[in-house]
Structure formats: structure tokens, C-alpha cells
């Protein structure tokens, strides 16, 4: 079912409105974690054309995200995190997999690494659940980064080790050899990295983040793109 009111498709415009209607209270105290005021959240949704939260709204939010977090990553994680609360009004399990997703790669970005291994696991269970083997792929992919950060290496190998099979099973030479840029997994499928390797890496990335002056538009980008 498409997202818009009449049969037209949702649009960017649309979803920028909504963000707007936000930022601007309208949906203050109604989008809830149990999602309680499901009709009152739809009526709101109707206001601005919205029929039905579906994949390709959600993807529509995602794609906004993409763009802000590139020039402000707080205000993207803002917008992330409506997406993911609308996304859990969708009867498809894709859809709310791709709204958690979303929440995470915000939160990666911003470093809330804890937070963001959350919302992925999230991701990847909606994705199983859907049978988007490659989507949950993905989201272990990007996940990998952030069990590094928190010291969780064995589980960061196993996550690559997961993905690597998932991607070879699919012919996804793309996201293959995306996957062994990382430095988790090499061309032979084994894991590259010890965990010796991987708690150095670490620390690395303990110091690089007490030390180093993030800029939006340096290290964040830099991590996005790995992550998308």
C-alpha cells in the first residue's frame, strides 16, 4: 500500500513536512514508545497526506537522514528518531526494521555505540523476521564497528563472519568487498583480526575519540558512508 493519501506515493516534501510538524510539538506526548495513540498519530498523518506508514515512507525518512547527518548529526538523529517511532506503527516488519536502522545509524555516528548495538539487533531480528537476509546482513556489517568501540570483539568477528557468508550466498560482491575494507574479514572468508588485533583497534578508537575534534562534516560523513 503506498503511503500517500489517493494512491499518490509519499513524497520528500511530505516527509519534510512532517519533520516540521515535529520540531513544531504537533506530535508532542502522541508518538509514544508503545505507540498508545495509534489512531491519534494516524489522524496526524492524514492531516499531511498520509494514509498508511509503510516501506517506502520509512525509506523516504531514511533518506532524509542521509542527508542532514552529512551536515548535522544531532538534528538527523531528531528526524531518526521519528522514523522509528512511525515505523512501529507498520504492519510490515521491513519497514520497522529500516526505522531501527535508521535510529542506529544515527546514534553510530553521534558515538552512542551502546545505544546503537540496540537498535541494530532490533533491526536485524525485523529484518530476519522478513526475510531480508541481505538487509540483515547489512545491519550486522555496521554493527561490527560499534562492538569494536565497546570492546565486544568476539562478537564483532562472528557478525562479520555472519555477514561475509550472507553476502557470498547472494553474489553481493559489492558489499563483499565493502565488508573486507572494514579490516574485519579477508578475501578467504576467514576472520582477519584476532581478538588481540580487535581490542587494539579499540583502544585506538578510544584515544582517537578523547582526543580528536569531530567536525559534522569530517568524521561523521566518514562514518556514515561506512554504515550505510
Same mark, same amino acid.
Given at each position: ?16 513536512k ?15 514508545t ?36 552529512r ?29 531501527? *536502522?535508521?535510529?542506529?545509524? @544515527? =546514534?553510530?555516528? #553521534?558515538?552512542? !555505540?551502546? $545505544? %546503537? ?5 532490533? &533491526? ?16 550486522? *556489517?555496521?554493527?561490527?564497528? @560499534? =562492538?569494536?568501540? #565497546?570492546?565486544? !570483539?568476539? $562478537? %564483532? ?5 555472519? &555477514? ?38 579499540? &583502544?585506538l ?24
Amino acid at each position: 500500500m503506498m503511503s500517500g493519501m489517493n494512491g499518490k506515493p509519499a513524497s520528500q516534501e511530505v516527509v519534510r513536512k512532517l519533520v516540521h510538524a515535529s520540531a513544531a510539538g504537533e506530535f508532542q506526548g502522541v508518538v509514544a514508545t508503545d505507540i498508545s495513540n495509534q489512531s491519534k498519530i494516524r489522524e496526524l498523518l492524514q492531516r499531511y497526506g498520509v494514509s498508511d506508514v509503510d516501506h517506502l515512507l520509512i525509506e523516504l525518512f531514511k533518506q532524509e537522514v542521509d542527508r542532514l547527518i552529512r551536515s548535522d548529526a544531532r538534528e538527523a538523529l531528531v528526524v531518526a528518531e521519528l522514523a522509528e517511532s512511525l515505523s512501529r506503527l507498520s504492519a510490515d516488519p521491513a519497514a520497522r526494521g529500516l526505522g531501527a *536502522r535508521t535510529k542506529a545509524m @544515527a =546514534l553510530h555516528v #553521534l558515538s552512542s !555505540y551502546a $545505544e %546503537a548495538v540496540e537498535y541494530y539487533e532490533k &533491526a536485524g531480528r525485523l529484518y530476519r523476521e522478513a526475510g531480508r537476509e541481505v538487509e540483515m546482513a547489512r545491519v550486522e *556489517r555496521a554493527m561490527v564497528d @560499534a =562492538l569494536i568501540y #565497546l570492546g565486544r !570483539y568476539d $562478537e %564483532a568477528i562472528r557478525l562479520a563472519d555472519e &555477514a561475509r557468508q550472507v553476502f557470498v550466498r547472494h553474489d553481493e560482491n559489492l558489499l563483499l568487498a565493502q565488508l573486507a575494507e572494514d579490516g574485519i574479514d579477508d578475501a578467504d572468508g576467514e576472520a582477519e583480526l584476532g581478538a588481540e588485533d580487535l581490542e587494539r583497534a579499540g &583502544a585506538l578508537h578510544e584515544q582517537a575519540a578523547q582526543h580528536e575534534v569531530r567536525d559534522q562534516g569530517g568524521r561523521d560523513a566518514q562514518v556514515f558512508e561506512g554504515l550505510r
